[in-house]
T-cell receptor, first 115, second 117 residues
Framework: AQKVTQTQTSISVMEKTTVTMDCVYE???????LFWYKQTASGEIVFLIR??????ENATVGHYSLNFQKPKSSIGLIITATQIEDSAVYFC????????????FGTGTRLQVSP | EAAVTQSPRNKVAVTGGKVTLSCNQT?????MYWYRQDTGHGLRLIHY???????EKGDIPDGYKASRPSQENFSLILELATPSQTSVYFC????????????????FGHGTKLSVL
C-alpha cells in the first residue's frame, strides 16, 4: 500500500535563507506522482508543485524546487530565499498509477520563517 | 479558479447523534475526497469517489459513510458520532489523469471543524 512519511515535525529558519523539507514514500508501482501542498495559517490548503516518477528532471516552480531521489524513494521540497509568508504547514502527497483515484498525504512539516 | 464549498464550517454534535458534512464543487471534477486533519496525523483519507454513484474506502473509513449523489456533491456521514471523531474535515476535488493532466492537482475546501461532545 502506498505510504508517505514526513519525519520533520517543524523547522525554523531565518528569512532569505534556503530550507529543505524531507519526504519519503513507499509504493510498489513503477509509475507514480508526487505532490507538495501548503496549508496557510488560515487553514487554506493549496497545491505547490508536482514530480512525475518517470521524469529525471527535478520540478521547479518559482522559488520552490524538488530534490527527487528515486533510488531512495525521496522527494524533498526546497524553498530558496524564504519569505515570512512561507510560514505554513507543508504536506507531501502521492498518487499511484495503478490506483488512479487515491491520493494520500504525509503528516506535514510546520515551517516558521523569522525576520 | 476551481471552487470547493463545505458546509457547515463549524458543527457541534452529541455523542451518538448523526452528523452529515456536505461538500459541493463547481469544477466538474470526477474525483472527490474526504480527509480529516489531526495534530500528529496530517491529512488522512476517509473516503473518496471517482464519479457520481461511486464511493471508495480510504485508509480510515471505520465509523464513516460517504454518498456521491451527483458530480457536484459528496457527503460524509457519521451515523453514530463519537468524541474520537472530533477533528477538522477537508473535502477536495480533482481530476487525476484526466483532462489537463499536466495541471493535475487537488482543490480543497476551507474545512469543517467538528466537535463531538
Amino acid at each position: 500500500a502506498q505510504k508517505v512519511t514526513q519525519t520533520q515535525t517543524s523547522i525554523s529558519v531565518m528569512e532569505k535563507t534556503t530550507v529543505t523539507m524531507d519526504c519519503v514514500y513507499e509504493t510498489q508501482d513503477s509509475s507514480y506522482f508526487l505532490f507538495w501542498y501548503k496549508q496557510t495559517a488560515s487553514g487554506e490548503i493549496v497545491f505547490l508543485i508536482r514530480q512525475d516518477s518517470y521524469k529525471k528532471e527535478n520540478a521547479t516552480v518559482g522559488h520552490y524546487s524538488l530534490n527527487f531521489q528515486k533510488p531512495k524513494s525521496s522527494i524533498g521540497l526546497i524553498i530558496t530565499a524564504t519569505q515570512i509568508e512561507d510560514s505554513a504547514v507543508y504536506f507531501c502527497a502521492m498518487r499511484e498509477s495503478s490506483n488512479t483515484d487515491k491520493v494520500v498525504f504525509g503528516t506535514g512539516t510546520r515551517l516558521q520563517v523569522s525576520p | 479558479e476551481a471552487a470547493v464549498t463545505q458546509s457547515p464550517r463549524n458543527k457541534v454534535a452529541v455523542t451518538g447523534g448523526k452528523v452529515t458534512l456536505s461538500c459541493n464543487q463547481t469544477n466538474n471534477h470526477n474525483n472527490m475526497y474526504w480527509y480529516r486533519q489531526d495534530t500528529g496525523h496530517g491529512l488522512r483519507l476517509i473516503h473518496y469517489s471517482y464519479g457520481a454513484g461511486s464511493t471508495e474506502k480510504g485508509d480510515i473509513p471505520d465509523g464513516y459513510k460517504a454518498s456521491r449523489p451527483s458530480q457536484e456533491n459528496f457527503s460524509l456521514i457519521l451515523e453514530l458520532a463519537t468524541p474520537s471523531q472530533t477533528s477538522v474535515y477537508f473535502c477536495a476535488s480533482g481530476d487525476p489523469g484526466g483532462e489537463g493532466f499536466s495541471n493535475e492537482r487537488l482543490f480543497f475546501g476551507h474545512g469543517t471543524k467538528l466537535s463531538v461532545l
